[in-house]
């Protein structure tokens, strides 16, 4: 998936993805990580996720990277926060209060952008790549995290025959493939997903699921 199709979804506002709402697996399951507040949390490819607001809330600074420029200005004018901004590299950094994004290419990290974050949240990143990108993700994600973190990450599974995605679907068997033996994966919770996504149903899917999981890098 090229930076131009993300770019092109941002210019059309096509933005299905994004939630009003705070993430209701964020909020359930988020203790179940164990980490103490006012560790940081990375959040790659967070858009203007409402859920930094949650993460900072709860006492946790929080440091996302975003590709689009239309995301992350709207992340900070819709929350009335005035962020100071400066380049460093391959990044322009947004800073307000304890929310900090990095506007660029995640593929462009380096270990020292999220050498103080002892925790991942990832809902709709991972899913939002075709399975050859995913898989560079994930060593990037490996590449420049710190030794132990710990990750909540939610998937999506569905027959991907009749939908192309993106979001893509990513089997339990895939999250395994991809992160073990580096990480422990273990399944939190699956929910049938259809019931309250009419969305899909209208797009032809006859089931959905979703699944969180607790990964632990060894
Ligand atoms: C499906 S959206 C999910 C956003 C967010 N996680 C959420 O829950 O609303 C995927 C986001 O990843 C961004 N993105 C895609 N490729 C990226 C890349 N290489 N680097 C940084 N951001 C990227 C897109 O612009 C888009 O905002």
């Given at each position: 998936?090229?930076?131009?199709?993300?770019?092109?979804?941002?210019?059309?506002?096509?933005?299905?993805?994004?939630?009003?709402?705070?993430?209701?697996?964020?909020?359930?399951?988020?203790?179940?990580?164990?980490?103490?507040?006012?560790?940081?949390?990375?959040?790659?490819?967070?858009?203007?996720?409402?859920?930094?607001?949650?993460?900072?809330?709860?006492?946790?600074?929080?440091?996302?990277?975003?590709?689009?420029?239309?995301?992350?200005?709207?992340f900070?004018?819709?929350?009335?926060?005035?962020p100071?901004?400066?380049?460093?590299?391959?990044?322009?950094?947004?800073?307000a209060?304890?929310?900090?994004?990095?506007?660029?290419?995640?593929?462009c990290?380096?270990?020292?952008?999220?050498?103080?974050?002892?925790?991942?949240?990832?809902r709709?990143?991972?899913?939002?790549?075709?399975?050859?990108?995913?898989?560079?993700?994930?060593?990037?994600?490996?590449?420049?995290?710190?030794?132990?973190?710990?990750?909540?990450?939610?998937?999506?599974?569905?027959d991907?025959?009749?939908?192309?995605?993106?979001?893509?679907?990513?089997?339990?068997?895939e999250?395994?493939?991809?992160?073990?033996?580096?990480?422990?994966?273990?399944?939190?919770?699956?929910?049938?997903?259809?019931?309250?996504?009419?969305?899909?149903?209208?797009?032809?899917?006859?089931?959905?699921?979703?699944?969180?999981?607790?990964?632990?890098?060894?």
């Amino acid at each position: 998936m090229e930076p131009s199709f993300w770019h092109e979804r941002w210019e059309r506002a096509e933005t299905g993805f994004h939630q009003q709402h705070i993430n209701v697996h964020l909020q359930q399951f988020w203790g179940q990580l164990q980490l103490p507040p006012g560790q940081r949390v990375f959040v790659p490819l967070c858009g203007k996720s409402n859920d930094l607001l949650w993460l900072a809330g709860e006492g946790y600074p929080v440091t996302g990277v975003e590709l689009s420029p239309i995301a992350v200005e709207a992340f900070f004018t819709e929350n009335r926060l005035s962020p100071r901004r400066w380049r460093e590299g391959a990044f322009e950094y947004w800073e307000a209060d304890e929310i900090r994004i990095l506007l660029g290419d995640f593929f462009c990290l380096e270990p020292h952008h999220v050498m103080d974050c002892t925790g991942i949240y990832d809902r709709a990143s991972l899913i939002a790549l075709p399975p050859a990108l995913r898989e560079r993700y994930v060593h990037t994600l490996d590449r420049v995290s710190p030794g132990g973190i710990q990750m909540l990450l939610v998937t999506m599974e569905y027959d991907q025959t009749v939908l192309t995605g993106p979001p893509f679907a990513v089997s339990e068997a895939e999250v395994r493939t991809l992160y073990e033996p580096a990480h422990t994966v273990e399944l939190l919770y699956t929910r049938d997903a259809l019931a309250e996504e009419s969305r899909w149903r209208e797009r032809g899917l006859t089931w959905l699921l979703e699944k969180v999981y607790r990964l632990t890098q060894c």
